[in-house]
């Protein structure tokens, strides 16, 4: 099979004829008139709407047969008879002279084709299998135009992208959501993409870090056990510094945060230590831990017969404030409790949640990894909830539920995951 060069030929304003004007010359016409051609028809009879087009004066007409000085001025020619002898010597004449020629149902005959067309405001995608197998390319011409709004979509990411770029000497703190690099925003990973630094920690998975150029700085400050009491504040501060130093060298940096950074993220502090040193600097939302792995466990956060509110709540304070600073017993007992960096202290938060009037009988879900493909959910009633958690071996990041909702499966769950990260091909 020839190897042909994909092209898109601008025609307005061309000299093309056309020989043959029953249904396949038709369907020619109507394409060169729309793309702006100047048309000339030969054939011995025409289709009704030929005959109209050329009372309109929409292109030309002349009742008879081909003569090769019809072709004197044509830049086209498209041979679309009945008759395949004359059809051949048509494609023979056009090739000796040079013009490229495109012959009905007779691929070897053509020097060109015409592939089967979707097109959208902002569009046009073209599909050919070198005219030999149109049906073919009729059905993936059909899949395109059921997949059009998904099409769409991803033209706008792609519009959107082109103008996302990190900008040199400002620093981004961006939301990476709960751990799916599908989850990422838009802006997200425009600015991820484009970045010469990214701060992060280990709650950020390496497929979100890979979406960073390679030649960009990778910044780890905090690991797996090692951000608890006094350290926590020293990595805090090593952050500030590194940002402002980052930043001033020039470079753009991307403070990449799991979930979204003003929900226990620590972003206001990061923002108000770039503003008192001068360092421009943006928040970009990301999809919180809680919502995210609520969607992920099919656990509603709210529901119509079960929850009017849902509360964030820290399980986990800095040893600066002594204590927790949350008053449980003022948290709604008829609503949903999501909390988080909840599960190093699960037995407090249990004897907590008790002492504050809570049922013993209170539901409760804990989502490990909430949206990555090592996913865990783990379910029971609050009286248990110590328990179950050292049994089960929950580990951080989890995210801890706790209401009427955590109980409910609000639908059928069916998984479809692909093996396929989609944002690092979009």
């Known amino acids: 099979m020839r190897r042909y060069l994909p092209v898109f030929h601008d025609v ?75 059809n051949r010597r048509i494609s023979a004449e056009a090739r000796r002279r040079r013009i490229p020629v495109n012959v009905a149902d007779a691929p070897e005959e053509c020097t060109f084709f015409l ?18 197998h149109p049906g073919a390319a009729k059905a993936l011409r059909e899949f395109l135009e059921e997949h059009r709004a998904e099409i769409s979509v991803r ?18 703190i961006v939301g990476a959501g709960p751990g799916d690099p599908d989850l990422l925003t838009v802006r997200a990973l425009g600015l991820l993409r484009s970045a010469d ?19 960009a700085a990778r910044i780890c400050f905090a690991r797996r056990g090692r951000t608890a009491g006094h350290g926590a504040a020293l990595k805090q501060n090593a952050i500030h510094e590194a940002m402002v130093r980052l930043a001033r060298e020039g470079k753009s940096v991307v403070r990449l945060k799991s979930g979204d950074p003003l929900v226990f993220g620590r972003g206001g502090e990061e923002a108000e230590h770039l503003s008192r040193e001068g360092i421009p600097f943006e928040i970009v939302p990301g999809i919180t831990a809680a919502m995210g792995c609520a969607a992920a466990a099919a656990i509603p956060l709210t529901h119509r017969e079960r929850s009017s509110s849902v509360t964030f709540v820290a399980g986990h304070e800095t040893d600066e404030k002594g204590k927790s600073a949350v008053d449980w017993s003022l948290l709604p007992k008829d609503g949903t409790l999501a909390i988080y960096m909840g599960v190093g202290r699960v037995a407090a938060i ?22 990555r493909p090592e996913q865990r959910v783990v379910r029971g009633i609050l009286s248990g909830l110590s328990r179950i958690a050292v049994e089960s071996g929950i580990r951080s990041p989890a995210i801890l539920f706790v209401g009427r909702t955590a109980a409910l499966l609000a639908y059928e769950y069916t998984e479809e995951r692909s093996d396929e990260l989609v944002a690092q091909g979009v």
Do not use: C, W
């Open 12 to 86: 307005l304003g061309a000299s093309v004829l056309v020989v043959g004007a029953g249904a396949v010359g038709t369907r020619k016409i109507e394409a060169l008139l729309a793309g702006g051609a100047r048309v000339t028809v030969v054939a011995k009879e025409f289709s009704p709407a030929v005959e109209e087009r050329a009372a309109r004066g929409d292109l030309t007409i002349l009742r008879g047969a081909f003569h090769p000085d019809q072709m004197e001025e044509a830049e086209l020619v498209f041979a679309a008879t009945p008759d395949r002898a004359l």
């Open 115 to 132: 592939p089967a067309v979707v097109r959208g405001v902002e569009f046009t995608a073209a599909i050919s299998t070198g005219g030999r």
């Open 155 to 172: 033209l706008e990411r792609g519009r959107r992208r082109k103008r996302i770029a990190a900008r040199r000497g400002k620093v981004y």
């Open 197 to 215: 630094a990214v701060i992060h920690d280990y709650l950020v998975p390496a497929e979100i870090l890979s979406l960073a150029p390679a030649k």
């Open 350 to 371: 249990a004897e907590e949640l008790a002492g504050a009037g809570f049922p013993p009988d209170t539901p409760f879900a804990v989502v490990e990894n909430g949206s």
